[in-house]
Each structure stands twice: as structure tokens, then as C-alpha cells.
T-cell receptor, first 112, second 109 residues
Framework: NAGVTQTPKFRILKIGQSMTLQCTQDMNHNYMYWYRQDPGMGLKLIYYSVGAGITDKGEVPNGYNVSRSTTEDFPLRLELAAPSQTSVYFC???????????FGDGTRLSIL | EDQVTQSPEALRLQEGESSSLNCSYTVSGLRGLFWYRQDPGKGPEFLFTLYSAGEEKEKERLKATLTKKESFLHITAPKPEDSATYLCAAHGSARQLTFGSGTQLTVLP
């Protein structure tokens, strides 16, 4: 079983560039999430979705956008990359909001 | 505001030396307390969910317990393969997981 798949695994961007981080899950989960993880900090929620067509902001949404056109896919868009967005990004999914979340292996993003 | 604090930040144990990791939480309307294991370069891997004070869950050398203010992850006779970062997260009335910053466990052979 693939679970939650994130691409790319690594990426280096220049300041001001844009990119999309891809996330897909094959568990038919309703909920999907995007987190960022910085050294010494806990995971911070960027955006989440409770189902196709429905998204909502998390704790740190500024500088990011998401869409959820299908149950399986939840891409994260960075429009104008800034050095503060250098981080490791994790996508996760769960069947319901109070159920365990299953994580992908992350995208390591550096903005130079 | 929901808060989760884990201690210690790092812990080094000899193989077979049992210990406990602490997770203190301030969450309104706790809906669940989650423990995850994270290996370097990987995403968090789910271990346990605890829903009410007094509840305990066990898996191999790990046992998680929950009180109204804290959760503990007890590690009995650890092995080097138990080395990882252990994350605690609380799900409250805000309907979002609040994560602690983790405890980095190293078990020496």
C-alpha cells in the first residue's frame, strides 16, 4: 500500500519563484493536511481539507494556497518563495478529524 | 490557545535502561492524545491514541498512559532500534492537532 505520497522529495528554489508540492493518498480518507516542520519546533498546520472542494486555514497559512478537487489529491502552492519558507513539508490524511493521521515522507524545500 | 510541551528534549539511554517521556498538554475539550515516532528523513508514524484519563495502550516495549494534564510514554528495556524522535499531539475543540516539539531518544548498545 502506498499510503500518502509526496513529490518532490527535495527542491531548491530561488526567492520569488513559485512551485507546487504534490500530495496524493490512496486510503480514501476524507481529511487531508499540510504541515511544516522547522528544527526544534513542532509540526505547524498550514492548511487542511475535510473533503473535496472544502479547504480551511491552519495556524500558519500566509504565503501558501491549496486546492482539493479530488478526494485523493491535495497540492500545496507557494506563489512567491521567501527564505522563511525553507522547511520540511509534510502532507497527512485521516479518515475523520479525530482519527490518527497518516503522514508522507516529506518534501525538503530550500529557498535561496 | 492549545499548548503541548514535551520533556526532555533529548534522552540518551543504555540498552535495557527503562525510562519515560513526558507530554504536558493544555487543551480545551480533549478529543484525543496521539503519540508518533519519527525516524530521520521520514514522516511521523502513528503509535497510539488515548482518549480519556486513566487509559493505557501498549505495543512491544512501549506503553502510553494519560492523565487530565499529562501523558507518558514508558519505554521498557529499550533497544537501539527504538532510537527516534517521539512526538506527542493533542486534538482539542479547535479540531486541529497541536504538536509538541518532540523528544529525541538515543539508545546506546
Amino acid at each position: 500500500n502506498a499510503g500518502v505520497t509526496q513529490t518532490p522529495k527535495f527542491r531548491i528554489l530561488k526567492i520569488g519563484q513559485s512551485m507546487t508540492l504534490q500530495c496524493t493518498q490512496d486510503m480514501n480518507h476524507n481529511y487531508m493536511y499540510w504541515y511544516r516542520q522547522d528544527p526544534g519546533m513542532g509540526l505547524k498546520l498550514i492548511y487542511y481539507s475535510v473533503g473535496a472542494g472544502i479547504t480551511d486555514k491552519g495556524e500558519v497559512p500566509n504565503g501558501y494556497n491549496v486546492s482539493r478537487s479530488t478526494t485523493e489529491d491535495f497540492p500545496l502552492r507557494l506563489e512567491l518563495a521567501a527564505p522563511s519558507q525553507t522547511s520540511v513539508y509534510f502532507c497527512a490524511s485521516s479518515l475523520q478529524g479525530d482519527q490518527p493521521q497518516h503522514f508522507g515522507d516529506g518534501t525538503r524545500l530550500s529557498i535561496l | 490557545e492549545d499548548q503541548v510541551t514535551q520533556s526532555p528534549e533529548a534522552l540518551r539511554l543504555q540498552e535495557g535502561e527503562s525510562s519515560s517521556l513526558n507530554c504536558s498538554y493544555t487543551v480545551s475539550g480533549l478529543r484525543g492524545l496521539f503519540w508518533y515516532r519519527q525516524d530521520p528523513g521520514k514522516g511521523p508514524e502513528f503509535l497510539f491514541t488515548l482518549y480519556s484519563a486513566g487509559e493505557e495502550k501498549e505495543k512491544e516495549r512501549l506503553k502510553a498512559t494519560l492523565t487530565k494534564k499529562e501523558s507518558f510514554l514508558h519505554i521498557t528495556a529499550p533497544k537501539p532500534e527504538d532510537s527516534a524522535t517521539y512526538l506527542c499531539a493533542a486534538h482539542g475543540s479547535a479540531r486541529q492537532l497541536t504538536f509538541g516539539s518532540g523528544t529525541q531518544l538515543t539508545v546506546l548498545p
